[in-house]
């Protein structure tokens, strides 16, 4: 059973608009989330993280918002650039000490169109 | 560079053979976890190991087997290779800080 979901497997966002990637889970116990950035034939590499104290955590372009009463986070990014599109996978896990142990979603593919 | 290296980054086969993906994660790493990644599909998880121990199984196949040695290392091994079994196959190593994936192994069945 799939418990983290995002169910949009691909979005398209013109350059310099917000892209909103987003995230949902089942598992009521995650407390830690991150996002990770996939470019094609690359491993995934990390982005940005959240931990369930926080409701929002901001790096750049890039914030995170946690809502975890509806069980959602998404990923904001603001100004999109082509440089952007790459696939996007979130992840959770019970705490930040137990983040050898991630459940993954299975992607957003985010195009930015110049 | 993640930190987790992959061998060997291409791997060309036939139908029918078994072939050993090999993974070395970050140093002091104690997670291990593999993925495969079809054409224009998400990630799958396989199976994880944790210090030398199966933690969690994913939609891995029967034909496909996988181990975590006392170093540390891991190995995925796939069998009886079908030509849907061609992806690209990640490997990533974990701990308090998140995950690192190494760049991948390219398997091509043909």
């Known amino acids: 059973d799939q418990q983290v979901k995002q169910n949009s497997p691909s979005l398209s966002v013109q350059e310099g608009r917000i892209s909103i990637l987003n995230c949902d889970y089942t598992n009521s116990m995650f407390d830690y989330f991150l996002w990770y950035k996939k470019y094609p034939a690359e491993g995934p590499t990390f982005l940005i993280s959240?931990?369930?104290?926080?409701d929002k955590n901001e790096d750049g372009r890039f914030t995170v918002f946690l809502n975890k009463s509806a069980k959602h986070l998404s990923l904001h990014i603001v100004p999109s650039q082509p440089g952007d599109s790459a696939v996007y996978f979130c992840a959770a896990a019970e705490s930040q000490t137990g983040a050898n142990n991630l459940f993954f979603g299975t992607g957003t593919r985010l195009t930015v169109i110049p | 560079d993640s930190g987790v290296t992959q061998t060997p980054k291409h791997l060309i086969t036939a139908t029918g053979q078994r072939v050993t993906l090999r993974c070395s994660p970050r140093?002091?790493?104690?997670?291990v976890y593999w993925y495969q990644q079809s054409l224009d599909q998400g990630l799958q998880f396989l199976i994880q190991?944790?210090?030398?121990?199966?933690?969690a199984k994913g939609n891995i196949l029967e034909r496909f087997s996988a181990q975590q040695f006392p170093d540390l290392h891991s190995e995925l091994n796939l069998s009886s290779l079908e030509l849907g079994d061609s992806a690209l196959y990640f490997c990533?190593?974990?701990?308090?800080?998140?995950?690192?994936f190494g760049q991948g192994t390219r398997l091509t069945v043909v």
């Open positions: 190991y944790y210090n030398g121990e199966e933690r």
């Open positions: 990533a190593s974990s701990n308090q800080d998140g995950a690192f």
């Open positions: 959240i931990s369930s104290i926080k």
């Open positions: 140093s002091g790493d104690l997670s």
